[in-house]
């Protein structure tokens, strides 16, 4: 069992930069793989970018490819989605999930998810 937790989200104007943490509780953390996804009003959930177990690996799609990384710290359970170049685009709902599909793109393989944290891009 994982307990997730995000913060970090806020309001930001178009071109900044946000970082995101995602805060593990329960003692399997380090089995897991972490992703990210998003999701806007009235739309499905969107990959952003997952990380390997041990954080050697991480994948993302056409969303967070060039803009975004992520990062993990086993020691402090935490993993870290850091942003740049923000655009109104990426005004979502920021979730944090643990699986043991792999990097896997899809979000029903993912078992555990945080509450999510709000991520606003406006001038």
């Known amino acids: 069992q994982v307990y997730l937790e995000e913060s970090g989200g806020g309001t930001v104007h178009p071109g900044g930069s946000l970082r995101l943490s995602c805060t593990a509780s329960?003692?399997?953390?380090?089995?897991?793989?972490i992703a990210w996804f998003r999701q806007a009003p009235g739309k499905e959930h969107e990959f952003v970018g997952v990380i390997s177990w041990d954080g050697d690996k991480t994948y993302f799609e056409d969303i967070g490819e060039d803009r975004f990384s992520i990062s993990r710290d086993n020691t402090k359970q935490q993993v870290y989605l850091q942003m740049n170049e923000l655009q109104s685009a990426d005004t979502a709902r920021y979730y944090c999930?643990?699986?043991?599909?792999?990097?896997?793109?899809?979000?029903?393989?993912?078992?555990?998810w945080g509450q999510g944290t709000q991520v606003t891009v406006s001038s």
């Open positions: 329960g003692s399997d953390f380090i089995h897991y793989a």
């Open positions: 999930g643990a699986g043991q599909s792999g990097l896997v793109p899809r979000y029903n393989e993912y078992d555990f």
